[in-house]
């Protein structure tokens, strides 16, 4: 070492990084970006269940309005595992009908009819004739397909001979086969209805005949709400929202209570109770005393 040179100098200090503290503000960085991400991806979630709830909005009220085409036309749109497309007679049914399938095509089916019934309504008979033969009558051959091949199923050897597969906790009821028996019934129900609607051309004042149950406002009440369930279903939403459950329970709840405490209090006093019951939950549930909920 040359002393001469570094005599007098003071050496050069590198300044010490402290790695503690980078490391620190690294983590704190990765955190808040990943927070970031959460938060913009639940509200991207909650900006999308609301674009859906309002597009629910819009089917239920085209159908309580008398406009069931235009709520077919925003589930095939917006909701298309709810409406399967109808099996085309072009294209032969090579299965029997999964519980979905079979279903979506009841559902299908009840808009249908109700479209049926709204051009009736508003005096539009020759349409109506033209959509029922176009579109009414496939839903026989539909369910008379499925159940030949049913019928075929049931028939054949290496079917009959086979045992039952277990899918285990993949298991889904709406991928479950259809029953023949179920089938047969409801072709005769939907042969049924088809003729009822049908008939309402033949009347004058269709809200004056024995069919005017038909044209009720309740009717598309009580579709709509099924059409919202399908959609929530599709959705693997629950049917009720979980407030609504909640306040249900809570009414039912309170109710009970408050039954008890009046009995209690309105009972001769040799007949009062001398100690308070406790709250069971499974008296409660049993109990054929339990006041209806709301």
Request: proline fraction near 7%.
């Amino acid at each position: 070492i040359d002393t001469q040179k570094t005599k007098g100098k003071e050496p050069v200090r590198t300044p010490k990084l402290d790695t503690n503290g980078t490391q620190k503000e690294l983590r704190k960085d990765v955190r808040c970006s990943a927070d970031t991400t959460k938060v913009e991806r639940a509200n991207e979630l909650i900006d999308h269940h609301i674009e859906y709830l309002r597009i629910r909005q819009s089917i239920c009220s085209s159908i309580e309005a008398g406009e069931p085409q235009v709520a077919t036309d925003l589930l095939s749109s917006y909701f298309r595992p709810v409406l399967i497309p109808l099996v085309s007679l072009e294209r032969p049914i090579n299965s029997l009908p999964i519980r979905r399938e079979f279903n979506a095509t009841l559902l299908r089916f009840r808009l249908d009819t109700q479209y049926y019934v709204e051009l009736v309504m508003n005096h539009q008979e020759l349409d109506a004739l033209q959509f029922g033969q176009r579109t009414l009558w496939r839903y026989p051959t539909i369910f008379e397909a499925w159940l030949e091949h049913s019928l075929g199923f049931a028939q054949s050897p290496t079917q009959t001979d086979v045992e039952p597969v277990d899918v285990g906790a993949n298991a889904n009821e709406d991928d479950e086969i259809v029953p023949r028996e179920e089938l047969k019934l409801k072709r005769a129900e939907i042969m049924q209805h088809i003729t009822d609607v049908a008939a309402l051309v033949a009347y004058p004042d269709p809200r004056k005949s024995t069919l005017a149950y038909l044209l009720a406002q309740e009717r598309r009440s009580e579709l709509a709400a099924a059409v919202n369930s399908a959609i929530l279903r599709s959705m693997r939403f629950p049917e009720e929202p979980a407030l609504v459950t909640l306040v249900r329970q809570l009414a039912t709840t309170s109710a009970y209570l408050v039954g008890y405490r009046s009995s209690a209090r309105t009972a001769p006093i040799d007949e009062r109770p001398q100690t308070r019951v406790p709250w069971v939950l499974d008296t409660f549930v049993n109990s054929d005393d339990v006041p209806s909920p709301l």
